[in-house]
């Protein structure tokens, strides 16, 4: 596998139902970021992990609960998510954290879907 | 606050018209500026970075070149395999490592 992989790609859930959303990099980068995709916007960051220590939360609700425990693999925990959360969940990583000025490789997302 | 804005929202452009897409950002310090392309149901996939005005860089039929306030995308000859959305993106002032987007610009090449 290279790159940046995502897993499940689709994912329908209740409001009450508690899942994961997992994230994988090949590319032996030092940073990873959650972002979110919906319609008509554009991504929004929502989490930063630097050497697997979050370093920036960009005002994302609690029912959104990161994880990283090493700096190839990142979750996203979901609990008694809204509606308006439906939305493609990107998962990007970089090569050196601090610097800031270097390109973001993505995954393919989870397109999310709350019934 | 950090801004960019892309235009047009969205372009379409018959095989082989070429023209080009529009990136103008507001924030301060530029320390970069990346363009990527989505394709339906996919991630942004990497294009290019451009550091400082006057850059350019080109990819096949694609070239991008920066200014101090805003960037563009040249098409040149375009086929039906390059519609996509195209992104903009910049760093966030203040070093953090926050990626400000753009909303993008859907392109559709008909043949």
């Known amino acids: 596998e290279t790159g940046v992989t995502q897993t499940p790609r689709h994912l329908v859930m209740g409001m009450t139902n508690k899942k994961s959303l997992k994230c994988e990099q090949h590319l032996g980068h030092n940073a990873m970021y959650w972002y979110k995709q919906s319609a008509k916007k554009p991504l929004e960051l929502m989490f930063v992990?630097?050497?697997?220590?979050?370093?920036e939360n960009n005002s994302v609700p609690s029912r959104f609960s990161p994880e990283c425990p090493n700096s190839s693999h990142l979750f996203l925990h979901l609990h008694t998510l809204q509606p308006e959360d439906s939305a493609l969940y990107l998962c990007a990583s970089s090569q050196d954290p601090g610097i800031g000025n270097q390109p973001q490789h993505f995954g393919d997302g989870t397109r999310l879907s709350i019934l | 606050e950090d801004q960019v804005t892309q235009s047009p929202e969205a372009l379409r452009l018959q095989e082989g018209e070429s023209s080009s897409l529009n990136c103008s950002y507001t924030v301060s310090g530029l320390r970069g500026l990346f363009w990527y392309r989505q394709d339906p149901g996919k991630g942004p996939e990497f294009l290019f970075t451009l550091y400082s005005a006057g850059e350019e860089k080109e990819k096949e039929r694609l070239k991008a070149t920066l200014t101090k306030k805003e960037s563009f995308l040249h098409i040149t000859a375009p086929k039906p395999e390059d519609s996509a959305t195209y992104l903009c993106?910049?760093?966030?002032?203040?070093?953090?490592?926050?990626?400000?987007f753009g909303k993008g610009t859907k392109l559709t090449v008909n043949p």
């Open positions: 993106a910049v760093p966030s002032q203040g070093g953090s490592e926050k990626l400000v």
């Open positions: 992990y630097s050497l697997e220590e979050r370093v």
